[in-house]
């Protein structure tokens, strides 16, 4: 089971602010990339319909503190930790670097839902055939309740 990934990220203009620097908002499109590339390295999508059901993971708190600059055509690197594994919700730590240096730290909880057409969205369990591929990584908080 996976608990950590690690990807890179190069900042592109469309990232940075006017001063040549990644803007703040941008942290919370890279967390949601690697998030999905994390899915995927399992084999599966943050959006995916299996067994007739549609399953989704809306976003329920995200949080970025920032240390230091990162600016256009310098390698980002994004470290995601799962942090807490609950039924319905998934924790995720974010680092992010620049070689040795510290960039920015951030924190995502998603919550599964099913999201069938004509249905309204509704929080369920994680399917097993997910749960089993992911779990919290060593000292995270793995508690069964949300």
């Known amino acids: 089971m996976a608990s950590e990934f690690t990807t ?23 967390m949601e990339q690697a998030e999905h590339a994390f899915f995927r390295a399992l ?29 256009f055509e310098e390698e980002l690197i994004v470290k995601l930790t799962v942090r807490c594994k609950r039924t319905r919700t998934l924790t995720y730590g974010f680092e992010f670097s620049r070689g040795p240096d510290h960039i920015a730290s951030g924190e995502l909880t998603t ?3 099913r999201a069938n057409p004509g249905e309204p969205l509704r929080a369920i369990p994680i ?3 997910i749960g089993a591929l992911i779990e919290a990584a060593p000292g995270g908080d793995g ?4």
């Not at 890179?8 to 890279?30: K, Q």
């Not at 599966?44 to 970025?64: K, Y």
């Not at 508690?143 to 949300?146: E, H, L, M, V």
């Open 43 to 71: 084999g599966l999508s943050i959006h995916m319909e299996r067994d007739g059901e549609l399953v989704t993971w809306p976003r329920a708190s995200t949080s970025c503190d920032y240390a230091n600059p990162v600016r």
């Open 127 to 129: 399917p097993d055939y």
């Open 111 to 113: 919550v599964c839902c």
């Open 143 to 146: 508690g069964a309740g949300d």
């Open 8 to 30: 890179t990220r190069l900042i592109e203009f469309a990232d940075t602010d006017m001063a040549g620097i990644a803007h703040f908002s941008r942290f919370f499109f890279f």
